[in-house]
């Protein structure tokens, strides 16, 4: 699962780096906007059937690989 | 009486926040003093006008009703959009029947306040669909919405963020802090509106106003956009500044806007809490559906696309009127022309950290800024 969402997450940025650094900020790095932010979530919904709303989550939650996987193991367990 | 202006409000105003301070000091809740200083601003500045008053009473009753009948279906039939599409519409109604009314000359519906108390109903249903409002107290919800400091001109609180704070009880320490950021934000706020902004209306309407060659519209365009910014800014902080007092920590709306880099930059510092509305409840949505549907061939189209309509509605809010809907036309362009720019030239991948370039693309952005500004102010139909 998490080389799954490591895949997808090197597809939205266009950019194989985040696989190396797992704690990079997304956003700060200019790899992640809010439009690749969007389709991160229709991805998760896709692939993990996790629905995360854009207004639940804060940046913070969500700005680097770790993070992200997290999220989703959490939500998958729940 | 209005809301933080004049002297009899501001003289109300600091002797009722003295018994907040003692309570908060004391590390007592907050919280039916908020009702009591609410309710006492509330009567006095709706009292004049008992029309006003009776419409914006009803809508919060009614926005009530709305959401808890939306929260018992939408636990009984799950995420079913018609029914969804149904709330949304209700809680927008006399909205658009008041911005209707005004673009074509009658009144109904309309009551100081009723664009921003809107943005606070539709937030609720929208997380009660995605499920992430679960529970929904009346009487918080209410005072959610009533919430004195940012009832009129914002800036637009959470629900679930507020509830927190609402629900909380300070411990001394943490109240000290809230209180002495509160008193500062506060005193900035009155001297952004009243010494800032005022300086800049006097000159505004006394040197420039009635000229309408190239270097007055440019001279109008900056100091209108300067004097904007004081007097929303300042009132912003006075209201975030209040609700510190209060126990709330009401989100900041501003961030040195004149300091953005780029267009992007710029909606993060400026009426934030009203563009981070749009980008969650809007723009990520429709993008989201976007790519579920495979509306656009290319993201890059999906996203100008989307950054357009975005903006046009928030202009729409805005007003009915020419001057509002080519504002939000103008900053959707931008930010999409931006956005491709951005994704596609090499020059500003290799140059974006460079100090020329930012000093460049800022003074760019500066100019691009105040001249949707001066869109904003209709000015330009005296021209035109």
Redesign the interface.
Known sequence: MEEKLLDLLAELCEEDEVKNNLDEDLFESGLMDSLAFAELLFAIEENFGVIIAPSEIQRSDINTANKIIRLVKERMNA | MSFFSGYEFFIYLFVLLIPAAVLGMREKSLKWYRWVISAFFIIRVYGPTPIQFLYLLGYVVFATYLVKIYLFLRTKHGRNKYIYGHAVFLALLPLAVYKIGVAEGFSLFGFLGISYICFRVI?VI??TY???ICEIRELQFVEFLLFFTSLSSGPID?SRRFNEDDDKIWTRKEYTELLSSGLYKLILGIFYKVVCSGVLYYVLQTYIDGHYTPLYLVGYAYVYGFCLFFDFAGYCAMAVGTSYVLGIRMPDNFNKPFLSVDIKDFWNRWHITLSSWF???I???F??DS??KKRFSS?LT??AV?LILNMFIMGVWHGLEGHYIAYGLYHGCILALV?IYQKKSGFYKRNRQKKWYVAGSWFINLNVVMFGFLIFSGYLSNVL
Request: aromatic share 10%; net charge positive; no cysteine.
């Open positions: 937030q929208i997380e995605d499920g992430v959470r980008r969650d409840f723009f990520t949505r993008m989201i790519v579920r993201r999906g996203a989307g956005e």
